[in-house]
Protein backbone atom coordinates (compact mmCIF):
# COMPACT_ATOMS: atom_id res chain seq x y z
CA UNK A 1 0.00 0.00 0.00
CA UNK A 2 1.07 2.92 -0.87
CA UNK A 3 1.34 5.85 2.15
CA UNK A 4 1.70 8.49 -0.38
CA UNK A 5 -1.54 8.02 -2.05
CA UNK A 6 -3.14 6.85 1.30
CA UNK A 7 -2.61 10.50 2.95
CA UNK A 8 -3.21 12.44 0.22
CA UNK A 9 -6.53 10.15 -0.54
CA UNK A 10 -7.95 10.58 2.80
CA UNK A 11 -7.18 14.14 3.23
CA UNK A 12 -8.77 14.67 0.08
CA UNK A 13 -12.08 12.90 1.35
CA UNK A 14 -11.67 14.07 4.72
CA UNK A 15 -11.90 17.66 3.54
CA UNK A 16 -14.64 17.02 0.86
CA UNK A 17 -16.29 15.04 3.81
CA UNK A 18 -16.07 18.07 6.42
CA UNK A 19 -17.39 20.54 4.10
CA UNK A 20 -20.58 18.61 3.44
CA UNK A 21 -20.82 18.03 6.94
CA UNK A 22 -20.61 21.76 7.69
CA UNK A 23 -23.01 22.26 4.93
CA UNK A 24 -25.39 20.09 6.34
CA UNK A 25 -25.35 21.14 9.61
CA UNK A 26 -27.27 24.36 8.68
CA UNK A 27 -28.94 22.98 5.25
CA UNK A 28 -31.47 19.93 6.27
CA UNK A 29 -31.73 19.58 2.45
CA UNK A 30 -27.92 18.76 2.88
CA UNK A 31 -28.22 16.55 5.59
CA UNK A 32 -30.70 14.51 4.46
CA UNK A 33 -27.88 13.78 1.53
CA UNK A 34 -25.06 12.33 4.21
CA UNK A 35 -25.62 8.52 3.67
CA UNK A 36 -25.50 8.85 -0.09
CA UNK A 37 -23.32 12.09 -0.27
CA UNK A 38 -20.71 10.65 2.16
CA UNK A 39 -20.55 6.92 0.49
CA UNK A 40 -19.64 8.94 -2.72
CA UNK A 41 -17.10 10.77 -1.52
CA UNK A 42 -15.46 7.47 -0.22
CA UNK A 43 -15.81 6.30 -3.38
CA UNK A 44 -14.33 9.07 -4.39
CA UNK A 45 -11.45 8.69 -2.02
CA UNK A 46 -10.89 5.46 -3.12
CA UNK A 47 -10.49 6.11 -6.91
CA UNK A 48 -8.25 8.79 -6.13
CA UNK A 49 -5.97 6.42 -4.03
CA UNK A 50 -5.75 4.22 -6.76
CA UNK A 51 -4.67 7.34 -9.66
CA UNK A 52 -2.41 8.03 -7.12
CA UNK A 53 -0.61 4.95 -5.96
CA UNK A 54 -0.53 2.64 -9.67
CA UNK A 55 -1.01 -0.19 -7.54
CA UNK A 56 0.12 -3.93 -8.85
CA UNK A 57 -2.83 -5.54 -8.10
CA UNK A 58 -7.06 -4.74 -8.13
CA UNK A 59 -6.94 -6.32 -4.80
CA UNK A 60 -4.31 -4.41 -3.52
CA UNK A 61 -6.08 -1.12 -5.15
CA UNK A 62 -8.88 -2.03 -3.22
CA UNK A 63 -7.53 -2.34 0.00
CA UNK A 64 -6.10 1.11 -0.75
CA UNK A 65 -9.87 2.76 -1.63
CA UNK A 66 -11.47 0.45 1.49
CA UNK A 67 -8.52 2.08 3.58
CA UNK A 68 -9.06 6.05 2.07
CA UNK A 69 -12.57 5.38 2.49
CA UNK A 70 -12.83 4.64 5.99
CA UNK A 71 -10.63 7.04 6.92
CA UNK A 72 -12.36 9.98 5.59
CA UNK A 73 -15.82 8.83 6.75
CA UNK A 74 -14.57 8.19 10.09
CA UNK A 75 -13.64 11.42 10.64
CA UNK A 76 -16.28 13.39 8.88
CA UNK A 77 -19.06 11.28 11.06
CA UNK A 78 -16.72 12.13 13.98
CA UNK A 79 -17.15 15.53 13.16
CA UNK A 80 -21.07 15.70 12.59
CA UNK A 81 -21.40 13.50 16.03
CA UNK A 82 -19.52 16.49 17.34
CA UNK A 83 -22.14 18.92 15.87
CA UNK A 84 -24.66 17.18 17.27
CA UNK A 85 -26.09 15.94 13.82
CA UNK A 86 -25.79 12.28 13.91
CA UNK A 87 -25.51 9.77 16.88
CA UNK A 88 -22.34 7.82 17.86
CA UNK A 89 -23.45 4.52 16.53
CA UNK A 90 -23.24 5.98 13.08
CA UNK A 91 -19.73 5.88 13.71
CA UNK A 92 -19.41 2.20 13.23
CA UNK A 93 -21.83 1.94 10.38
CA UNK A 94 -21.28 4.73 8.17
CA UNK A 95 -17.69 4.02 8.76
CA UNK A 96 -17.86 0.14 7.55
CA UNK A 97 -20.19 1.26 4.57
CA UNK A 98 -18.13 3.82 3.51
CA UNK A 99 -15.44 1.52 3.68
CA UNK A 100 -17.13 -1.03 1.44
CA UNK A 101 -17.41 2.04 -1.21
CA UNK A 102 -14.24 3.00 -0.91
CA UNK A 103 -12.75 -0.29 -2.04
CA UNK A 104 -14.99 -0.20 -4.82
CA UNK A 105 -13.79 3.06 -5.85
CA UNK A 106 -10.47 1.58 -5.78
CA UNK A 107 -11.27 -1.63 -7.61
CA UNK A 108 -12.89 1.03 -9.89
CA UNK A 109 -9.84 3.27 -10.46
CA UNK A 110 -7.69 0.41 -11.05
CA UNK A 111 -10.50 -1.23 -14.12
CA UNK A 112 -10.23 2.60 -15.43
CA UNK A 113 -5.79 3.01 -15.38
CA UNK A 114 -5.71 -1.08 -17.34
CA UNK A 115 -2.06 -1.40 -15.63
CA UNK A 116 -3.02 -3.64 -12.86
CA UNK A 117 -3.02 -7.68 -12.43
CA UNK A 118 -6.11 -9.85 -12.03
CA UNK A 119 -5.08 -11.10 -8.70
Known amino acids: M ?8 S ?21 GL ?4 GMG ?5 GV ?6 RPATKGSAALGGLAAGAICAFIGIAVSHLL ?4 ATLLA ?15 LGALGTGQVASA
Not at 34 to 37: D, E, H, K, P
Open 41 to 45: LSLLA
Open 84 to 87: GDVP
Open 48 to 53: LYTRLA
Open 34 to 37: FAVG
Open 11 to 31: LVGTLLQVVMVVAGHSSPAIA
Open 2 to 9: SNRALVIA
Open 93 to 107: LGTLSSAVTGAIGGF
